[in-house]
């Protein structure tokens, strides 16, 4: 893989913290962070054009946008949002490559994907088409039947509606697990539990777990600012290295958000807040956006997309 740079990062963990799953009170740990550079997606189309801004501004007036920012009233208007942020960045589509380019040709075998918490589906109809069976878990039902008419007939897709800390996977069974975006909406202190849960549920002959999350930069600048707290990812990655060692990769991209109206920033920082779990009144969000955020005729913020790649011992 071509990556423009790549550091060797070493974080110490505090004593008393416990790796249940694995080892406790480890006190280093090393992984190296490989950053992917413009090169990886040569051949790329750029798809910020001024009719994908036209486009954004007007799906943004046709979502609800309330007296506050950081809450959706239901599972429909977080799914809408959700779709106009996916069109505001070339994010998704980096997420999309960078599955089909680096972790596709990994797998020796394509039988079975297990997708935890697939969103608007993006991600899973990209490289779902490539596997026999697929395993979908979400809370929302919503979610789930999204999916109907996005993957291949010949697909066989199996819902799983509940919390994945609520529901029983079978062991050794999926060649592929996918947490793309969703442990924000779980208790960071369960996170590892989830990732090393997540983790059993991988076959051993040659299976692997992703995990992507974003922070850090204009993301992390912004919940900050308004009293959020923001992740620390490598504190997390740092915990992740110390059960898996050599098996785990980290790789991470800067993404940029680009609007030109402030009602689709509003709908982006909106997502911001929710997975920082807050809330602020919009007005105030708008002029903070406003002050800082507004370059000529355009709306720009820019976070880090992280991948964390973990295969399975022995494969």
């Not at 062991?171 to 202190?189: A, F, K, P, W």
């Not at 090393?196 to 777990?209: A, M, Q, W």
């Not at 993301?219 to 060692?245: P, Q, W, Y």
Request: hydrophobic share 40%.
């Amino acid at each position: 893989m071509n990556t423009e740079d790549e550091s060797l990062a070493v974080f110490s963990l505090p004593n008393n913290v416990e790796i249940q799953s694995q080892q406790s009170q480890l006190k280093k740990a090393r992984f190296y962070r490989r950053n992917i550079g413009e090169s990886f997606y040569y051949g790329m189309r750029n798809e910020l054009t001024n009719e994908r801004l036209d486009f954004l501004e007007k799906q943004a007036s046709k979502i609800p946008l309330g007296s506050m920012i950081g809450k959706f009233t239901n599972d429909l208007h977080y799914l809408q949002t959700l779709e106009l942020f996916i069109k505001a960045t070339q994010e998704t589509r980096h997420r999309g490559i960078f599955f089909l380019r680096e972790i596709m040709p990994r797998l020796f075998f394509k039988n079975e994907l297990l997708d935890v918490g697939p969103g608007n589906g993006e991600l899973t109809s990209w490289i779902g088409r490539k596997f026999r069976n697929i395993t979908l878990v979400d809370p929302s039902l919503d979610v789930l039947n999204n999916f109907n008419k996005k993957l291949k007939a010949n697909n066989n897709l199996i819902k799983i509606q509940g919390s994945i800390l609520d529901i029983n996977l079978p062991l050794n069974s999926y060649d592929l697990g996918v947490l793309s975006h969703v442990l924000y909406h779980i208790e960071r202190s369960l996170w590892l539990d989830v990732v090393v849960s997540i983790y059993s549920t991988l076959t051993s002959s040659n299976g692997l777990l992703v995990i992507a999350l974003n922070d850090e930069l204009d993301r992390a600048d912004i919940v900050n600012h308004f009293g959020g707290k923001t992740l620390d990812i490598e504190r997390f990655i740092a915990e992740c290295s110390a059960v898996f060692h050599e098996n785990m990769e980290v790789y991470s991209s800067k993404e940029i958000f680009k609007t030109r109206d402030i009602r689709s920033m509003l709908h982006i920082v909106n997502v911001f807040l929710h997975d920082a779990r807050i809330s602020v009144k919009t007005r105030e969000v708008e002029n903070f956006l406003n002050r800082y955020y507004k370059y000529n005729d355009f709306y720009e913020v820019s976070m880090y997309q992280y991948f964390i790649l973990i295969k399975k011992q022995g494969s």
